[in-house]
C-alpha cells in the first residue's frame, strides 16, 4: 500500500473532521487509503465510511470491513450514489486532491513526463479522452487558454502554436514526443516548467476543475449542520475554488446576498489560516511540499 501512494496531511486532516464514532463519513478520494484506514479506527459499530474512486486499480487496496464501502466512481457524483446507498445526509467529508504516487509512477498511465509512454493521463481509463487526443483536436487559441489558465505557462500561446505546427506533418502521441517540443520553449527550470504543462493537460483531460466545484457543492448538500468538509489542495488553481467557497458558499468568488444586502454564510471555517505539512513531512514526503489543507464547519 505504501509503494501505491503516501497519505499526506493524515494526521491533521483527520483531526480536522473530529469523528463522531456512530456517524456517517465519506472519503472522496480513496486511493491506497490511508485516509479511510485512520477514519474507520475512529468508527463504532454503527459508524460508516462510504469511499470513491474512478480508477479501478484502487479497487485492489479495499478494506475488508462491514463499516466500510468503496464505490468506483468519480467524486462529482457522490450525491448520486449516496442516495444509491440510502444515504441523506454526512458528518464529514474528506478529499486529497492530489495525484497518487501510483499514477505518477506507473509509465503505461502517461501521467509523467520522466517515462516514455502514450499520452494517456486518464484517472478514469474507461473514459475516452486522453491527452494525445486534446493535443490533436484542440485549436490553438483553446490550447493557449488551457497551458495559461490550469498550468500557468508564462508562453502559453508560444507553445500552443508550436504544437499545432508539429501536428501538421505528426500526431504528438508519447510524453517523450511531447517533451521533445517542450524542450525548445522551456522557461525557468526545466523540471517547473514541464510539470506546469502536464498538469495542464492532466487536468483537461480529467475535467477536474468542474469535478471539484461539483465535490463541493454536492459535498454541502448533503453535510449536517457542523458537518465538516476537509479538503487538500496541491496548486493554487483548485486551492482558490476551495477558498472560495468555503468563504462565501459559491463558485463565484463572490458572497451570496439576500434582499437587504447581508451575506448568507453556509460556512465557519474552522481554522484561521491554511494547513501545510510539517517540516518532518515535507523531508519524508517531497509531494506533501504544496499540499494545503482548508477546513470548513456547515452552519
Do not use: C
Not at 41 to 51: C, D, E, R, T
Not at 189 to 216: C, G, H, T, W
Not at 225 to 241: Q, Y
Request: no cysteine; hydrophobic share 35%; proline share 2%.
Amino acid at each position: 500500500m505504501s509503494a501505491y501512494h503516501v497519505s499526506v496531511l493524515l494526521n491533521e486532516s483527520i483531526e480536522a473532521l473530529s469523528v463522531n464514532p456512530d456517524g456517517v463519513y465519506v472519503d472522496a478520494t480513496f486511493g491506497a487509503g490511508g485516509h479511510s484506514r485512520s477514519i474507520i479506527q475512529k468508527l463504532s459499530v454503527k459508524g460508516h465510511l462510504y469511499a470513491f474512486d474512478q480508477d479501478e486499480d484502487a479497487q485492489e487496496n479495499r478494506i475488508e470491513d462491514d463499516r466500510f464501502s468503496l464505490i468506483q466512481s468519480n467524486f462529482r457524483y457522490l450525491k448520486r450514489f449516496l442516495r444509491l446507498e440510502g444515504v441523506r445526509e454526512v458528518d464529514g467529508i474528506l478529499a486529497d486532491l492530489g495525484v497518487s504516487s501510483h499514477q505518477l509512477d506507473t509509465p503505461e498511465r502517461g501521467f509523467s513526463y520522466r517515462f516514455d509512454a502514450a499520452l494517456d493521463m486518464r484517472m478514469n481509463p474507461e473514459t475516452e479522452r486522453t491527452a494525445a487526443d486534446v493535443l490533436r483536436e484542440e485549436e490553438e487559441s483553446y490550447l493557449t487558454s488551457m497551458f495559461s489558465q490550469y498550468g500557468e505557462v508564462r508562453n502559453a500561446r508560444t507553445l500552443a502554436s508550436a504544437l499545432v505546427k508539429t501536428r501538421k506533418s505528426a500526431d504528438i502521441r508519447t510524453t517523450f514526443g511531447l517533451n521533445a517540443i517542450l524542450d525548445k520553449h522551456v522557461i525557468g527550470p526545466r523540471q517547473k516548467y514541464f510539470s506546469q504543462v502536464y498538469q495542464a493537460l492532466r487536468m483537461e483531460v480529467n475535467d477536474e476543475i468542474s469535478a471539484l466545484e461539483e465535490l463541493l457543492t454536492e459535498g454541502s448538500s448533503i453535510l449536517k449542520p457542523e458537518g465538516r468538509f476537509a479538503v487538500i489542495t496541491f496548486h493554487s488553481i483548485e486551492d482558490r475554488v476551495v477558498k472560495n467557497f468555503f468563504r462565501y458558499g459559491t463558485l463565484t468568488g463572490e458572497p451570496d446576498k439576500d434582499e437587504f444586502g447581508n451575506i448568507r454564510k453556509m460556512f465557519r471555517k474552522e481554522k484561521d489560516n491554511v494547513i501545510t505539512a510539517s517540516a518532518e513531512e515535507q523531508r519524508e514526503n517531497g509531494r506533501s511540499r504544496s499540499a494545503k489543507l482548508r477546513v470548513a464547519v456547515k452552519l
